[in-house]
């Protein structure tokens, strides 16, 4: 009765690493549950000991279905050891597969750095996986980065291959600001030759309605403001003469040319009238 309760503690106490090997073979507990990598020195050094074995789950394939977390594992016969035949038969065991859980808000580059390690660690061929089998994107439990499942499907970007981290940071704000300049900027420089052509328009437009102006005043008396009209008409021709216009604007600037030309012709033909005569 001593001996049992002696050997429950034991059992009930918590051991990690070198420290269950060490009580295994002390015989301070009857078993040890390792969740770890079967190259792990602890692990190593447990399937090596002639004195340890381990244990088969017959109805692995019952666990996994009763709970989701776990799988089914094959342990092959003389994996550990070929020539000493260890173990001596396939052992069904039970394991559970590794998470690795990131916040929200961290950075996609270091979650593709992340998994580009464990590609670098676990992505080779092992006792319980094939070449590339691990890691891998489906979790039923948690959702995944969405930069990871970009690396899943299109693994390392072009800047992570051939360019340094500190370099590739910078160069993917670069071309995000790029981009964001060409997506305003394309519209913009569609605006601006209407614009351009807006505000040329409004100059002819600005001398069109001088001109309009002045020949609107020939409906009243001119005999005493004949000389005023005079200036005014040389004055916008002289005006107009010293504005560049683009070339598509041509006709247009020889139309008001014109139509200066016939203001002007109407002035003469009132100041060589008769009674305009007599009257200056």
Same mark, same amino acid.
Not at 31 to 52: C, E, G, R, Y
Not at 204 to 220: I, N
């Given at each position: 009765?001593?001996?049992?309760?002696? =050997?429950? *503690?034991?059992?009930?106490?918590?051991? $990690?690493?070198?420290?269950?090997?060490?009580? /295994?073979?002390?015989?301070?507990?009857?078993?040890?549950?390792? #969740?770890?990598?079967?190259?792990?020195?602890?692990?190593?050094? /447990? /399937? @090596?000991? %002639?004195?340890? =074995?381990?244990?088969?789950?017959? #109805?692995?394939?019952?666990?996994? #279905?009763?709970?989701?977390?776990?799988? +089914?594992?094959?342990?092959?016969?003389?994996?550990?050891?070929?020539?000493?035949?260890?173990?001596?038969?396939?052992?069904?065991?039970?394991? !559970?597969?590794?998470?690795?859980?990131?916040?929200?808000?961290?950075?996609?580059?270091?979650?593709?750095?992340?998994?580009?390690?464990?590609?670098?660690?676990?992505?080779?061929?092992?006792?319980?996986?094939? *070449?590339?089998?691990? %890691?891998?994107?489906?979790?039923?439990?948690?959702?995944?980065?969405?930069?990871?499942?970009?690396?899943? @499907?299109?693994?390392?970007?072009?800047?992570? +291959?051939?360019?340094?981290?500190?370099?590739?940071?910078? $160069?993917?704000?670069?071309?995000?600001?790029?981009?964001?300049?060409?997506?305003?900027?394309?519209?913009?420089? =569609?605006?601006?030759?209407?614009?351009?052509?807006?505000? !040329?328009? +409004?100059?002819?437009?600005?001398?069109?309605?001088?001109? @309009?102006?002045?020949?609107?005043?020939?409906?009243?008396?001119?005999?005493?403001?004949?000389?005023? @009209?005079?200036?005014?008409?040389? =004055?916008?021709?002289?005006?107009?003469?010293?504005?560049?216009?683009? /070339?598509?604007?041509?006709?247009?600037?020889?139309?008001?040319?014109?139509?200066?030309?016939?203001?002007?012709?109407?002035?003469?033909?009132?100041?060589?009238?008769?009674?305009?005569?007599?009257?200056?």
């Amino acid at each position: 009765m001593s001996d049992n309760w002696r =050997r429950s *503690s034991a059992v009930d106490r918590s051991f $990690a690493g070198t420290a269950a090997v060490e009580a /295994l073979n002390d015989d301070k507990v009857d078993a040890v549950w390792i #969740i770890s990598a079967p190259d792990a020195t602890a692990v190593q050094s /447990l /399937l @090596k000991n %002639p004195n340890v =074995r381990p244990m088969s789950f017959p #109805i692995a394939e019952a666990f996994t #279905i009763i709970f989701s977390d776990l799988v +089914r594992l094959v342990l092959p016969r003389a994996v550990i050891d070929i020539d000493r035949n260890i173990p001596a038969n396939d052992v069904p065991l039970i394991g !559970t597969t590794a998470k690795v859980l990131v916040r929200g808000d961290l950075h996609p580059e270091i979650v593709q750095l992340l998994l580009q390690t464990m590609v670098e660690v676990h992505g080779g061929r092992g006792i319980f996986q094939r *070449s590339g089998e691990f %890691p891998h994107s489906t979790d039923t439990e948690y959702p995944v980065a969405p930069a990871a499942i970009d690396f899943y @499907k299109n693994g390392p970007s072009f800047m992570q +291959r051939h360019v340094p981290l500190w370099l590739s940071v910078h $160069a993917q704000r670069a071309i995000a600001v790029l981009v964001a300049a060409i997506a305003l900027g394309l519209p913009t420089a =569609r605006l601006l030759p209407l614009a351009y052509n807006w505000i !040329t328009r +409004r100059r002819l437009f600005y001398w069109y309605a001088q001109l @309009k102006a002045l020949e609107a005043s020939f409906d009243g008396p001119m005999n005493k403001h004949l000389s005023e @009209k005079q200036a005014e008409i040389e =004055r916008i021709e002289e005006a107009v003469s010293h504005i560049r216009f683009p /070339l598509t604007f041509s006709d247009q600037l020889y139309n008001l040319r014109s139509h200066i030309e016939i203001v002007r012709r109407k002035i003469a033909s009132h100041a060589n009238t008769p009674g305009q005569m007599a009257a200056e």
